[in-house]
């Protein structure tokens, strides 16, 4: 079984190294402080990073330097 972070490292890799926090959210049936949480403890570890894109989070790898929008889901 894997640690609320691997789901979340392993679903970002699925998805090209970028996604909405929302999507992370809806894709893990988890609640927003959850998923908010999970990531802040990714964050603090430097394993991912995350931006704003209008009133959304934006979830990527700290490697990734390509700041363009993520495509739409």
Do not use: C, H, I, Y
């Not at 809806?26 to 990714?42: H, I, M, N, P, Y």
């Not at 430097?46 to 700041?67: A, I, M, T, W, Y």
Request: aromatic fraction near 4%.
């Amino acid at each position: 079984m894997l640690s609320p972070e691997e789901r979340v490292m392993r679903l970002l890799e699925r998805n090209g190294g970028r996604m909405k926090q929302k999507a992370v959210t809806e894709e893990l049936d988890w609640s927003a402080a959850r998923t908010s949480q999970v990531v802040g403890d990714l964050r603090d570890a430097g394993k991912v990073e995350s931006f704003r894109l209008g009133r959304e989070n934006v979830l990527k790898f700290p490697n990734d330097e390509d700041d363009s929008p993520p495509s739409p889901r």
